[in-house]
């Protein structure tokens, strides 16, 4: 980059960050700073190292290949700062691969084991490659950065780019050591950001927190030849902490009605750069309408580590939200919108989404939501342009679910996958176990209400806990019945040069002594075997009903259940079949139909539920079945009769009926 322009700030994001991504951190404080006057670059070398090790790969190790908690993007790095022998490589290499050997298959069910440990060798002969030539990627970094002339560089560090972040910073200090060094992000948060200042002192700050206000002040010190940790405009928005010498905590943002709309120029600037015909991402434009979690403000969920110092739950004005996500949409119509937020803020539901559909523009929105959400607010969704949500649907057991805090039932769960299958809405969720005091038999009764829900979203996968830095399970592990509590294995090889004390320090991931393993594996079992039936089954499974002349009828061919294919409900049966389609107590159902005795609303209840269309909870009944005239109102087909009569034809003549394999002429 010979031609480079000259910039008083680089702002820095290493390998492995996301690779579809920009750093939204990075794109505010450029914002920021070039609205103060201040020139600032930003650079996304998550794309030139794709580009070298190939998109594919890259992508799979920094999305957590081949487990999140062995951190093998940062074990690459590692031998940049800590050059490892040719045994220690070997015996982590073969941790790490030897267990789960389905993770390098992609040849299918049908390939042979002799295929399978072929795949094996060639990732490991590509792994291996990599941490030898690790070095050379650096230089390169570190050269691209100077080729800016900066005065100072600033560096993103999340999740696995804590040690790409600590190389390339200790080659610009050798190359230039008038430079000011800078970290901050979720690595930096707290005990981590002090263990890092303390282990390597060739950084001159390292912030921890929100540093949207503290930015320019900071820079203007630094550019003026002043201390940061004393100059008063920078002390009004952040805190040195005594002992712990460059580390600096900056105070919470407690208004965002001052919120600068990030930059995302260099980053689009580096994808035309490294991008080509062979590999066209999608690119996910990650924006923010709020920070912190209203729910985790007084009942923090058990296993999560999110908002460390951070929980305290702040929203932009809707309006100006508004203006920045149709501005973006604008700006950039091949990417999905992707909020980061934490938990969508509930005042949005009538103060915001409404506003996106009016708008009229042709919206990929992705969020964050709690599950306990209304049918017209899924509606409210979809009709904004939110096609993907990550709702934290982690169980469908109200007893483990009330182990974890989230207030909601497993009722409210599976309404919210149905609405969102009758609405066109994807939804992100998997199961996790491994609770003290969970009850072995609640995962039985799930086992057995898979199959009645195979026609819904199924999870990606069903998974043990881990303890994560600033969740209640680690900072109150005794009181959620955890001992022992350890960072997983891979930190102490990544981080081989430093003390058990400074691993600790840097850990986030965590494991611990709490039940048993086998145990876990034991009473789990039929959940997940059921949960991969679910995952093989759900593409050629639909139960959906259809209203008629008054009356319901239910077409059936769920891949997991043998039930009756076409079922015409009588008017009783009908009204009360319809009446829930949300959750209802039985009370309510017996007001509903008042006129007919409880003894015989009840057997139709029970008829309904085993046929397994309806779920009863022990106190709340819900139709499982899905509205086929939403499911093709909100997809814009509108020739309903037509999708009947085809529809039925199917169902008719085969055995199995998908939805999304109707094509209607």
């Given at each position: ?192 950001g002090q263990q890092l200042a303390r282990s390597f002192p060739f950084i001159d700050l390292m ?42 905590q900056t105070k919470l943002v407690t208004n965002l009605d001052d919120y600068v709309s990030p ?403």
């Open positions: 980059m010979g031609d480079s322009p000259t910039a008083e700030v680089v702002l820095v994001s290493l390998p492995f960050g996301v690779l579809h991504s920009p750093s939204l951190a990075l794109g505010i404080l450029q914002a920021r700073l070039n609205a103060a006057g201040i020139s600032a670059k930003c650079r996304h070398f998550t794309l030139d190292y794709a580009a070298l090790v190939g998109y594919e790969l890259y992508d799979r190790v920094a999305t957590g290949f081949p487990r999140t908690t062995d951190l093998l993007g940062e074990w690459i790095f590692s031998h940049a700062i800590w050059p490892k022998s040719s045994a220690t490589q070997k015996e982590y290499l073969a941790q790490i691969f030897a267990v789960d050997e389905s993770s390098f298959d992609h040849a299918g069910d049908g390939a042979t084991r002799s295929e399978s440990a072929a795949k094996r060798l060639q990732v490991i002969e590509r792994i291996s490659w990599l941490a030898a030539n690790v070095r050379e990627f650096v230089d390169y970094a570190a050269s691209e950065i100077l080729s800016f002339s900066p005065k100072i560089v600033g560096f993103t560090t999340v999740f696995q780019q804590n040690l790409a972040t600590i190389a390339v910073a200790a080659r610009l200090r050798e190359l230039e050591p008038s430079l000011t060094i800078v970290l901050g992000g979720a690595n930096c948060e707290g005990p981590m912030i921890s927190g929100e540093a949207d206000l503290v930015i320019v002040p900071l820079v203007e010190s630094v550019l003026a030849g002043e201390d940061p940790h004393t100059t008063l405009d920078v002390r009004q928005y952040a805190e040195s902490m005594p002992g712990f010498g460059p580390f600096m930059s995302f120029e260099d980053y689009f600037r580096d994808v035309k750069r490294f991008s080509d015909e062979s590999n066209v991402m999608k690119i996910h434009l990650p924006l923010e309408t709020s920070r912190g979690c209203w729910w985790g403000m007084t009942h923090h969920c058990t296993f999560c580590g999110l908002n460390g110092s951070t929980m305290s739950f702040r929203s932009r004005d809707p309006d100006d939200a508004l203006r920045e996500i149709l501005d973006n949409a604008l700006k950039y119509p091949e990417a999905k919108i992707s909020f980061v937020d934490n938990i969508l803020d509930y005042k949005y539901y009538k103060l915001l989404l409404p506003k996106l559909a009016q708008a009229g523009a042709d919206l990929d929105l992705f969020y964050e939501i709690k599950s306990n959400v209304t049918k017209p607010q899924v509606k409210a969704l979809k009709e904004a342009g939110v096609k993907h949500i990550q709702p934290g649907i982690e169980s469908l057991s109200d007893q483990v679910l009330k182990i974890m805090k989230k207030g909601v039932k497993a009722i409210q769960n599976v309404q919210l996958l149905k609405w969102c299958t009758e609405y066109g809405v994807k939804v992100d969720w998997n199961f996790l176990w491994g609770f003290p005091g969970e009850d072995p038999n609640e995962y039985q009764k799930m086992a057995l209400l898979v199959p009645s829900l195979c026609h819904l979203e199924p999870p990606a996968r069903g998974s043990e806990i881990r303890l994560d830095r600033f969740s209640p399970n680690f900072t109150r592990s005794s009181d959620f019945g955890f001992s022992n509590v350890r960072p997983y294995k891979a930190y102490y090889d990544i981080y081989e040069g430093l003390s058990p004390e400074a691993v600790f320090n840097l850990a986030y991931f965590f494991e611990a002594d709490g039940i048993p393993k086998k145990e876990i594996e034991e009473y789990t079992r039929n959940l997940s075997n059921a949960i991969a039936g679910w995952r093989a089954s759900h593409a050629k499974s639909s139960l959906i009903y259809i209203e008629l002349d008054g009356r319901v009828v239910t077409i059936d061919s769920r891949a997991m259940i043998d039930g009756k294919k076409i079922e015409v409900l009588d008017d009783l049966e009908s009204r009360i079949f319809l009446f829930c389609d949300g959750a209802r107590a039985a009370s309510a159902i017996f007001r509903e139909v008042a006129g007919d005795s409880s003894d015989h609303i009840s057997k139709i209840l029970d008829g309904f539920c085993e046929k397994g269309i309806m779920w009863f909870d022990g106190e709340q009944y819900l139709s499982l079945a899905v509205s086929f005239t939403t499911f093709l109102q909100s997809r814009g087909r509108v020739n309903l009769e037509a999708a009947v009569d085809k529809i039925l034809s199917n169902a008719n003549a085969t055995s199995s009926v998908s939805l999304e394999l109707i094509t209607l002429t």
